[in-house]
Antibody, heavy 118, light 107 residues
Framework: QVLLVQSGAEVKKPGASVKVSCKASGYSFTTYTMHWVRQAPGQGLEWMGWINTGNGDTKYSQKFQDRLTITRDTSATTAYMDLSSLRSEDTAFYYC???????????WGQGTLVTVSS | EIVLTQSPATLSLSPGERATLSCWASQSINTDLAWYQQTLGQPPRLLIHYASNRATGVPARFSGSGSGTDFTLTISSLEPEDFAVYYCQQRNNWPPTFGGGTKVEIK
């Protein structure tokens, strides 16, 4: 079955960077675009960006354009989300999500809590 | 960017009752809308895509309707596992955006 397994929780200081991984299994990794979505505790969902896992093309929300990098390792069937210059407002659960039909998301990772605190 | 407004914010119902959740888009999005269910501590789960198509494995008690700017998710008879938060999401206009959610709670 389709499985997306993310790396564990992180605690970072303001100004630092965080890299979250998303290991995919159960399907052909390079066939489906991977997205990243975040959710502050008790809040709604916010789309961040995507990566074409086949050719590596990326597209980011303008909100994160300057400090978000999404990459992938096809041999490891893993996508990565790197967010820099962290601030307290970045405290959230970060989810990877597989693209089903051009920006509908049919499989999600379990989420990774990133806490930004001094 | 397109703003999605969900109503009500909270819906208090009993098991077996019918739930009707609304989602309004700030401009027409055709049928480019999905619904997700999120239970506590879990990631979202896709229920409906293209406004009315149930995702794989989703029970028939969940149905979606609407087009343009007005959309509805209906749960015909609430089961205990249906008490959760529901989000709508549009993909018609970049960037994809989500509504603020409707919490369906036990009355």
């Amino acid at each position: 079955q389709v499985l997306l397994v993310q790396s564990g929780a992180e605690v970072k200081k303001p100004g630092a960077s965080v890299k979250v991984s998303c290991k995919a299994s159960g399907y052909s990794f390079t066939t489906y675009t991977m997205h990243w979505v975040r959710q502050a505790p008790g809040q709604g969902l916010e789309w961040m960006g995507w990566i074409n896992t086949g050719n590596g093309d990326t597209k980011y929300s303008q909100k994160f354009q300057d400090r978000l990098t999404i990459t992938r390792d096809t041999s490891a069937t893993t996508a990565y989300m790197d967010l820099s210059s962290l601030r307290s407002e970045d405290t959230a659960f970060y989810y990877c999500a597989r693209d089903l039909y051009d920006h509908f998301f049919d499989a999600w990772g379990q989420g990774t809590l990133v806490t930004v605190s001094s | 960017e397109i703003v999605l407004t969900q109503s009500p914010a909270t819906l208090s119902l009993s098991p077996g009752e019918r739930a009707t959740l609304s989602c309004w888009a700030s401009q027409s999005i055709n049928t480019d809308l999905a619904w997700y269910q999120q239970t506590l501590g879990q990631p979202p789960r896709l229920l409906i895509h293209y406004a009315s198509n149930r995702a794989t494995g989703v029970p028939a008690r969940f149905s979606g309707s609407g087009s343009g700017t007005d959309f509805t998710l209906t749960i015909s008879s609430l089961e205990p596992e249906d008490f959760a938060v529901y989000y709508c999401q549009q993909r018609n206009n970049w960037p994809p955006t989500f509504g603020g959610g409707t919490k369906v709670e036990i009355k």
